[in-house]
Nanobody, 120 residues
């Protein structure tokens, strides 16, 4: 069982930046970020493979950067510049399977989430 703990959320103005962190209690293969805004379905934001290959949703491409520190079992999401439509609860997810098998979003492990609020 792998536990995930997100941190780094907060309230910022549009154009600002935040860096989310996700500490994992064990090793995983694929890690990703999802978000869910109030009244909307959860959406995939980004994922990164064990080898460091990353992918992004079109809505965040060029603004967000995913990375991970394998030595610390920690995943990051640098977000800049933020827009009001980025406001959501952000969740870290991880799995022992390869990312290519997780395009439906059925990751095995999930964090509790960290809130990001962007004001205009």
């Amino acid at each position: 069982q792998v536990q995930l703990m997100e941190s780094g959320g907060g309230s910022v103005q549009a154009g600002g930046s935040l860096r989310l962190s996700c500490a994992a209690s064990g090793s995983t293969y694929c890690m990703g970020w999802f978000r869910q805004a109030a009244g909307k379905q959860r959406e995939w934001v980004s994922s990164i493979t064990a080898g460091g290959n990353s992918n992004y949703a079109d809505s965040v491409k060029g603004r967000f950067a995913i990375s991970k520190d394998n030595a610390k079992n920690t995943l990051y999401l640098q977000m800049n510049p933020l827009k009001p439509e980025d406001s959501a609860m952000y969740y870290c997810a991880a799995d022992t399977r390869a990312c290519m098998f997780l395009r439906g979003g059925d990751y095995k492990y999930w964090g509790q989430g960290t809130q990001v609020t962007v004001s205009s």
